[in-house]
């Protein structure tokens, strides 16, 4: 069984950084699609980031320039580096691991930036 445990959210002023992880086990994590998303309340779940097995990165483009996501294969992490935060990506980060068919969720981490 796959799990997916983020860490890393909290509370942080307009500004600033945060560096979330994303620890997966039971999955050959090497080739899998890892991505996050983001939450906030009363909206959609959209994209932030995605990363292939084979290091390729994707960014929305309303995600470009602060957000930078990276792996390490041999820690089955995946990691959002967030830089310059805004109140406005205030929400709950989840991530996601795709491999083959499956489609996988970690339970999310809470990120709130305040003014």
């Known amino acids: 069984q796959v799990q997916l445990v983020e860490s890393g959210g909290g509370l942080v002023q307009a500004g600033g950084s945060l560096r979330l992880s994303c620890a997966a086990s039971g999955t050959i994590f090497s080739a899998a699609v890892m991505a996050w998303y983001r939450q906030a309340p009363g909206k959609q779940r959209e994209l932030v980031a995605r990363?292939?097995?084979?290091?390729?990165?994707n960014y929305p483009d309303s995600m470009k320039g602060r957000f930078t996501i990276s792996r390490d294969n041999a820690k089955n992490t995946a990691y959002l580096q967030m830089n310059s935060l805004k109140p406005e990506d205030t929400g709950v980060y989840y991530c996601?691991?795709?491999?083959?068919?499956?489609?996988?969720w970690g339970q999310g981490t809470q990120v709130t930036v305040s003014s």
């Open positions: 996601n691991c795709l491999i083959g068919w499956n489609n996988y």
């Open positions: 990363i292939t097995s084979g290091g390729s990165t």
